[in-house]
């Protein structure tokens, strides 16, 4: 589009505002217009016209014209299209599918058909008049109004044909309200058809159209005069003749006669109606004749009425059990009549649970068997060929009242209101109350409806789990499942933050609920390999190994049921002497089949290749050549719907058959996390392969354990040698630069590849030069890439770090005693002229450093070769038997857990660590005072630090003693033995 043109364009759009919206070019109100404007003339497509939808759009003006009797101009109409369609080579003309943008322009413009003038047109052939009726050329033709005939649904077309009867307002129809199949014809239809179109002007077609309209009239006609009655109309004057006038039968007007005024003036009605409209109020609750509605879902008895053999009271009592059901029934009703969506306190539209949807289908569903039960009593009742009475009726319905009773008292003990809490919440808390009612119901029908509702709202979250670990999208539309996705904002911000998925429970309840307790713990972790997976980009890998291992895939949800059926038929005896029998059958078939005859058709069908032959002999061959034809896959896809719903439904029919309880608890877990497991083994282990094959995840972890463990010694001890000797020579050895090069320069020798992975940090206002003081404000670094920082995260290496400045700190201890020399306390004259108090306390000096040789090599030997040496080739072994990356994370966790507590690292040996660091730090005393000068002056000071020493060393001796012995710490016996058998004197 050149300048030119968009210059021409902006100008007529300013024009185009200014006019349409009295806005000026300086108010923000043009400027926003301007801009949406301008971008929609921009960056729009302009997408090609739909054919399709204008086929359809003009199918649906013939379906019109012939509904409203116009045939010959729908037949007309037909021709036009067909005759303009052919006319001319649309297929050679330059603008593709020009035809059908001209219909689809003409359609557009023909909105308004009441005001065309359809005798104006002329064909090439003739002249053709578009009326119906046929007439003479000169009449004039009757304007119709077609936007009112086109607007299906929303006028009343069909004819008030009442007859001289009055028509009831208690019909087997009205009751229900308008009935879907009838067949009654639009009043305007019927007087243009009827005073328009006589008989002896109209076409045959027309003529039997009329005619069934005018069949249909006289049939309604007929009903209203022969079947329905009217005796509620007239309630004030209603006296129920009684055939036997004896006390019994006619008690009514004789109590009330004698009681009451007689002004006042009781109903009487035959028990058969009664029972006609107690049994009407379970379909529908609302004010009738006998029962009124109170409020929004209390039913009370109208106080004027009753049988003649009943005075007002029995009656009302007799009935009023019935107005408990009926509160009950609109209770559950009104609950799935207010799952609409609405708009929220912050103006918001906020649609309900899908789970609550679900949970109302299955609350429907029983609804609808109670009242076929009904239906089936309704029509006896209406047979009148035995006695039915309130009694006999009671005693029907009593056997119904109960799963009423139970489907309401579940009810209410699981639904909280979706419009106030979150829908997480109350997805959550209707699964979590489900199951808790299933687990402790005593009632077997309860747990079998709770059984019911519970598998039902299931689906909706195995839908999502089933998308999410299949496909890897987390589709939560609703805002209903229990795992979120973090935000991308968050994550922006905290950069450490590995994980993408959060978990929402308010409710404890759900943290009981050992069912959503696996959700949280199995599809969580799951649901991070399949991330991984697509992050990579390699979710195709999960694709290809499931239709080579599983075949065609079915939804999880029908897994699920076809397990739970499998495995609930274990405990009828029933199904399973059938399948026995079934069993027996087969193979005898399989004996007498000639396995030759099925090899040949099996090739031949293989070659051809014909997935609709394939699908016609299914039952003639092996399941496994044809389970993965597309043929099959579309028309299972097609039944999933219903097959779903209905194989719940026979889950619960089964349940009913059994007379026992079933621990459907632990079947439901077992079964639901064996399939879980099952089905997603092969991501777990594709990601496990991919991080050590092509991460070498392995090799990372050993480089950290050779590091942070120490477990590279000479390496290490060539690192800490230098790094002990900057710290006490150089003043500037707190630089992070410094010592990185360090570092870096020991590591490059032997791991070239990752020694620029390394690097130091020490804290800013660290600035001694007593490595003990220096080692706590130094923090090893270890740099990874993603994926691999999933494993190796912040705290993870945090753990490592405090292991590497407690092994530093028994390195150095170490490294300065086994560098103080004897000739420095040696003095220049003969060993015979010494003073020889001198001489003991060089002794006890020289005692000292090998009792802290003793105690500190005793702890490093320990850790060096029991802790970290032997628990570093553990690690290695289990990593190698790993099958999933989330093993791999709680193996190594463990094995870092388990270190850091042999370290003596936890709070629970705090002051154990505490008198090892006193014990480390005495290591300085005796350094400071290795000199004969300095040792003339420390009598004093050599008692203190004995003193000290014996008291650290039967501490530590004691303490581990009592580890070993009552916080079963077995893996300080060695420790232990070495303090308590070396225990120091003076």
């Known amino acids: 589009m050149s300048t030119r043109i968009l210059n021409d364009i902006h100008n007529d759009l300013k024009q185009l505002i200014t006019a349409l919206t009295s806005f000026e070019e300086d108010e923000e109100g043009f400027r926003i217009c301007e801009r949406f404007c301008l971008s929609n003339i921009k960056h729009h497509r302009y997408l090609s016209i739909d054919g399709h939808a204008t086929k359809k759009a003009i199918n649906a003006v013939v379906t019109k014209f012939s509904i409203h009797g116009k045939f010959e101009v729908a037949k007309k109409f037909q021709e036009l299209i067909d005759t303009f369609l052919s006319s001319f080579d649309f297929e050679q003309h330059p603008q593709y599918d020009l035809q059908w943008y001209l219909l689809t322009f003409l359609l557009d413009l023909s909105t308004e058909t009441h005001k065309s003038n359809l005798d104006s047109l002329k064909l090439t052939r003739g002249e053709y008049n578009f009326n119906a009726t046929p007439g003479k050329e000169d009449s004039i033709t009757e304007e119709i109004d077609w936007a009112q005939y086109l607007k299906e649904g929303q006028e009343n077309f069909f004819c008030d044909y009442k007859s001289d009867d009055s028509e009831s307002e208690w019909s087997d129809l009205t009751e229900e309200g308008t009935d879907e199949n009838d067949i009654s014809l639009p009043t305007q239809i019927c007087n243009v058809q009827l005073d328009v179109a006589q008989p002896s002007e109209i076409s045959d077609a027309a003529d039997k159209f009329s005619l069934a309209l005018v069949q249909n009239l006289e049939s309604r006609k007929w009903l209203l005069s022969n079947v329905q009655t009217d005796w509620w109309n007239n309630l004030q004057c209603q006296k129920y003749p009684v055939v036997k006038r004896s006390c019994d039968a006619n008690i009514c007007d004789i109590w009330h006669e004698t009681s009451l005024s007689p002004l006042y003036k009781i109903a009487t009605l035959s028990e058969y109606q009664v029972c006609r409209e107690l049994l009407w109020m379970f379909y529908v609750q609302t004010s009738m004749v006998v029962f009124q509605q109170e409020s929004e879902s209390k039913f009370s008895i109208r106080s004027d009425i009753s049988i003649p053999s009943l005075t007002t009271t029995a009656f009302k009592n007799i009935l009023s059990p019935f107005c408990e059901c009926f509160s009950m029934i609109h209770d559950i009703e009104r609950f799935g009549a207010d799952l609409q969506p609405t708009y929220n306190q912050e103006s918001e539209l906020w649609s309900p649970p899908l789970t609550y949807e679900a949970y109302n289908a299955a609350l429907g569903r029983h609804l609808y068997e109670f009242k076929s039960k009904i239906i089936n009593i309704e029509k006896d009742v209406l047979k009148q060929e035995n006695c039915n009475t309130f009694l006999s009726l009671s005693a029907n319905l009593r056997k119904y009242f109960n799963t009423i009773r139970i489907l309401h008292d579940v009810h209410h003990r699981v639904i909280t209101d979706w419009k106030i809490n979150p829908n997480w919440k109350c997805a959550s808390r209707l699964l979590s109350s489900l199951y808790y009612e299933m687990q402790n119901s005593h009632s077997r029908e309860r747990i079998d409806i709770c059984t019911n509702l519970y598998l039902c709202s299931l689906t909706v979250y195995l839908n999502i789990i089933d ?520």
């Open 467 to 986: 998308t999410w670990l299949s496909e890897g999208r987390l589709e939560d539309w609703r805002d209903e499942f229990i795992i979120v996705r973090v935000p991308e904002t968050t994550l922006m911000e905290n950069a450490e933050q590995n994980e993408k998925f959060t978990v929402r429970l308010s409710d404890n309840i759900c943290w009981k609920d050992p069912i959503m307790q696996f959700l949280l713990q199995k599809v969580q972790h799951m649901g991070h390999s399949i991330e991984l997976l697509v992050s990579l980009d390699r979710i195709t890998d999960i694709w290809k190994l499931d239709n080579e291992n599983n075949g065609m895939r079915i939804s999880l949800n029908i897994e699920l049921q076809n397990r739970l059926l499998s495995e609930i038929s274990k405990y009828s005896p029933a199904v399973e002497e059938t399948d026995t029998s079934v069993l027996q059958i087969d193979k005898i078939s399989l004996q007498e089949y000639d396995a030759d005859i099925e090899r040949n058709i099996i090739e031949q069908l293989s070659i051809l290749h014909n997935p609709f032959l394939m699908k016609a002999m299914e039952d003639y061959m092996p399941c496994e050549l044809y389970k993965n034809d597309t043929v099959d896959a579309y028309m299972h896809n097609t039944r999933v719907p219903t097959a779903k719903q209905d194989q719940i439904y026979d889950l619960y029919k089964k349940l009913q058959k059994i007379k026992y309880i079933l621990p459907l608890q632990n079947i439901l877990k077992n079964t639901l996390s064996e399939i879980l497991i099952l089905r997603y083994n092969s991501a777990s282990k594709l990601v496990r392969n991919i991080m050590v094959e092509e991460y070498k995840l392995q090799t990372h972890l050993k480089l950290l354990r050779f590091v942070y463990m120490m477990e590279a010694g000479h390496v290490m001890n060539k690192f800490y040698q230098v790094l002990f000797y900057e710290i006490e020579n150089n003043q500037m050895w707190a630089n992070s630069y410094f010592l990185s090069c360090i570092l870096e320069e020991v590591f490059s020798q032997y791991w070239p590849d990752t020694s620029s992975r390394w690097s130091i940090t020490v804290q800013s206002n660290i600035n001694t030069r007593q490595v003990l003081q220096a080692v706590n404000g130094i923090i090893l670094h270890y740099t990874v890439e993603w994926p691999i920082s999933i494993v190796l995260t912040k705290k993870v290496l945090e753990k490592y770090n405090e292991i590497f400045r407690f092994q530093l700190k028994l390195k150095w201890a170490l490294w300065a005693l086994n560098n103080l020399r004897f000739c420095d306390l040696e003095d220049s004259r003969s060993p015979c002229i010494r003073d020889r108090l001198e001489q003991f306390h060089i002794r006890r000096l020289e005692s000292l450093k090998f009792w802290l040789l003793h105690a500190i090599g005793s702890i490093h030997t320990y850790l060096s070769g029991q802790v970290l040496q032997s628990l570093g080739l553990i690690l290695e072994k289990v990593l190698v038997q790993t099958d999933s990356l989330d093993t791999i994370i709680s193996v190594h966790n463990e094995y870092l857990n388990k270190v850091h507590e042999h370290c003596l690292l936890t709070e629970e040996f705090e002051d154990l660590m505490t008198t090892i660091n006193n014990m480390i730090e005495m290591c300085i005393h005796i350094r400071d005072r290795w000199s004969r000068k300095k040792l003339l002056l420390a009598a004093a000071e050599l008692d203190v630090m004995e003193q000290s020493y014996i008291k650290y060393h039967t501490y530590l001796a004691l303490a581990l003693h009592n580890a070993v012995q009552h916080k079963d710490a077995d893996y300080l016996t060695g420790l232990s033995s070495a303090f308590n058998c070396s225990m120091p004197c003076v």
